[in-house]
């Protein structure tokens, strides 16, 4: 409790959605999906149906831009939205690669 207490008095940010994943959702070394194959993305996470010239990305059937170039977001990875909405309901987001672990500003469209 003191912990928590002290955290919010310093104003430090809570835990973002990275912190709750199973660690083996983040093991580089999971399976990537052949050619045929749909692509399973662990609980929570979306997979990236298309990837065009690192800036543009379908998941979950909505469209993101990358606000500058997102490196190593290919299709059939597996990513977490750390801001903003799966469902393109926002302005912009946060994804999380699971398989590289970096992390690409998109807008929402």
Known sequence: MTREASAVASGARPPSAAATVPAQAL???LPRPSAGRRAVAPAGSYVIEVSHNDELFIINGEKFEATTYCFNMDKGDSVL????SPFGACASAVLLNLRTRQECD???N
């Not at 939205?81 to 903003?84: D, M, R, S, T």
């Open 27 to 29: 093991d580089p070394q």
């Open 81 to 84: 939205f750390l801001e903003g």
């Open 106 to 108: 998109v807008w929402c």
